[in-house]
């Protein structure tokens, strides 16, 4: 939606309740909407107003804020350009996806953490992992939370690893 949004509507609408979070907007911006910049509106909303970005309930200390546009998304909406955000089934994706020139930034879920998530466990790291073993042509980077470190024997050989400056590790593999 960034991508292609002219910047008129990178500004953040008239909302109800004069943009100001409050419980019966955040209610309102639960129910998917059929415009794809509605959506994004509601999304946006969701995040902003939540504790911790859950998107379950209105964080009490933030009702009253106003919603701003974010600081750079103009910026975002030229490094946009020629992206693609796919959405399938990951390992099918990386799979068909693996070809020069492409790059993936790979982040999943934390196995077993946050309400959406609590389905997806460590079998499903390891499968990831064994596909990323996998890829030959496309670049990659695989964010991951030093959690992950403490229940994997090993980086597997070949991957690159940086620690970055917050609790998260991420791993390259490609050219």
């Known amino acids: 939606m960034v991508r292609d949004a002219t910047p008129t509507q990178l500004q953040v609408p008239d909302q109800p309740g004069n943009g100001r979070f409050n419980e019966t907007t955040f209610d309102l911006c639960q129910e998917p909407h059929p415009d794809p910049l509605e959506n994004t509106y509601r999304f946006l909303y969701r995040r902003r107003a939540s504790f911790g970005s859950r998107e379950r309930n209105l964080h009490r200390a933030k009702t009253g804020l106003r919603l ?16 693609q955000v796919l959405n399938g089934d990951a390992l099918d994706v ?31 790291i390891a499968n990831l992992l064994d596909t990323l073993e996998g890829i030959q042509h496309a670049t990659w980077l695989y964010a991951e939370t030093t959690t992950l470190l403490d229940t994997l024997p090993d980086v597997p050989k070949g991957w690159r690893t940086s620690y970055l400056s917050y609790t998260g590790t991420g791993y390259g593999g490609g050219s």
């Open 68 to 83: 701003t546009s974010p600081k750079y998304l103009s910026q975002h909406k030229t490094r946009l350009r020629g992206v």
């Open 94 to 124: 990386i799979r068909q996806y693996d070809q020069p020139g492409v790059f993936m930034f790979i982040d999943p879920p934390w196995p077993g953490y946050h309400w959406k998530w609590k389905h997806y466990q460590m079998g499903d």
